[in-house]
């Protein structure tokens, strides 16, 4: 019986700068009487430089898992006292907007873990050893039909 809410807000500038933000906080269930305890927040920006250039910039941080239970799956720790569970992510690229339905991203990403984390950028395996970081280049081309 997971539960979570989440609050999120966001708001553009003079049409050429988008900021937003949001917060979460989950709790898992892991088993009769144990619960895992996640709280994550994220911030970013869009801004128009100006026609079709634009840059994107975000960063989320993953706090450390706490409770009795343990680790709910996915990226998410157990929680442990002695080591931190947390995570920071951060992306900056550029995107180029070619009309109302396409666009291309370049851009960079990396992924910090604390000594007890494992977290995975998406689409990659996660680190074998908890603690380790990730970072890579991406592109990303969106079309809408």
């Not at 700068?17 to 927040?41: F, L, M, R």
């Not at 706490?66 to 442990?80: K, V």
């Amino acid at each position: 019986d997971d539960r979570a809410w989440a609050i999120g807000a966001a708001y553009t500038f003079a049409h050429k700068v988008k900021v937003a933000a949001q917060y979460i906080d989950a709790k898992y269930e892991t088993g009769a009487g144990k619960e895992t305890k996640k709280k994550n927040w994220q911030a970013g920006v869009e801004w128009n430089i100006s026609g079709p250039h634009n840059i994107d910039a975000a960063y989320v941080h993953a706090g450390d898992s706490t409770g009795n239970g343990g680790s709910p799956g996915g990226n998410i720790a157990a929680p442990n006292p002695a080591m931190g569970t947390g995570g920071k992510w951060w992306t900056i690229s550029y995107r180029h907007v070619f009309s109302k339905r396409t666009y291309v991203r370049l851009g960079y990403v990396k992924q910090s873990n604390d000594s007890g984390a494992s977290y995975a950028l998406g689409g990659l395996r996660a680190p074998t050893v908890a603690g380790e970081s990730q970072s890579a280049w991406a592109m990303y081309w969106s079309h809408k039909w």
